[in-house]
């Protein structure tokens, strides 16, 4: 079984300018979760997608948005990027078992943004 | 909110048996989980725990008290490829949906020949 694929692994952008990173779940997962990683805060996390619906979302400006496709693929999206963009967004996927469920989140390799 | 405490390095030697610590605070609580992260890859689930007591997984053990807000993971018999950081998360007892992780800043375990 494929495990969660996010593309692309690198990416390079100057400032205000926006970007789109993708993320496709391990098949049959339909929850997507979305994180930031830097060396200063860890992992934080930003939005959670369920059949194209966000339910959950993190402390975030207005600029990171996300969605959801049927097929349960996911794309963020930061508009008007700013030097402390940079990071590593990492996307997770997970089964859905509901609130007192186990909901293991698998995590892909992640998009690393650099912004100058 | 949630708050939760890891320190942020240790080191220890090949064959060796070491424990990580985290603590938490916390709404609620909704389980929780520790992942492996080796530098510039995915982090990878290791372990999940909802009651008190020990898990254990061959090398691994994930210890839970929840009246302490306190958990470890317990490392044995150390290989060279633990060097890694190790993340501890709490799910967010208020998301309805259980999926809301809140993690720890992790831990850089490096193991010595």
């Known amino acids: 079984k494929a495990g969660v694929t996010q593309t692309p692994r690198y990416l390079i952008k100057t400032r205000g300018q926006q970007v789109t990173l993708s993320c496709s779940p391990i098949s049959g997962h339909r929850s997507v979760s979305w994180y930031q990683q830097t060396p200063g805060q860890g992992l934080q996390f930003l939005f959670e997608?369920?059949?194209?619906?966000?339910?959950n979302k993190g402390n975030f400006p207005g600029r990171f948005s996300g969605r959801q496709f049927s097929n349960s693929r996911s794309e963020m999206n930061v508009s008007t990027l700013e030097l402390g963009d940079s990071a590593l967004y990492l996307c997770?996927?997970?089964?859905?078992?509901?609130?007192?469920?186990?909901?293991?989140?698998?995590f892909g390799a992640g998009t690393r943004l650099s912004v100058l | 909110g949630q708050n939760i405490d890891q320190p942020t390095e240790m080191t220890a030697t090949e064959g060796a048996i070491v424990q990580i610590n985290c603590t938490y605070q916390?709404?609620?609580?909704?389980?929780l989980f520790w992942y492996q992260q080796h530098a510039g890859e995915a982090p990878t689930f290791l372990s999940y725990n909802v009651l008190d007591g020990l898990e254990e997984k061959g090398r691994f053990s994930s210890f839970l008290s929840r009246s302490k807000g306190y958990s470890y993971l317990l490392l044995k018999e150390l290989q060279m490829k633990d060097s890694a950081s190790y993340l501890c998360?709490?799910?967010?007892?208020?998301?309805?949906?259980?999926?809301?992780?809140?993690f720890g800043p992790g831990t850089r375990l490096s193991v010595l020949p």
């Open positions: 998360a709490v799910r967010d007892p208020t998301d309805n949906y259980g999926q809301n992780f809140v």
């Open positions: 916390t709404s609620g609580f909704n389980g």
């Open positions: 997608y369920f059949s194209e619906t966000q339910r």
């Open positions: 997770a996927s997970s089964l859905e078992h509901g609130q007192g469920g186990k909901n293991i989140q698998y």
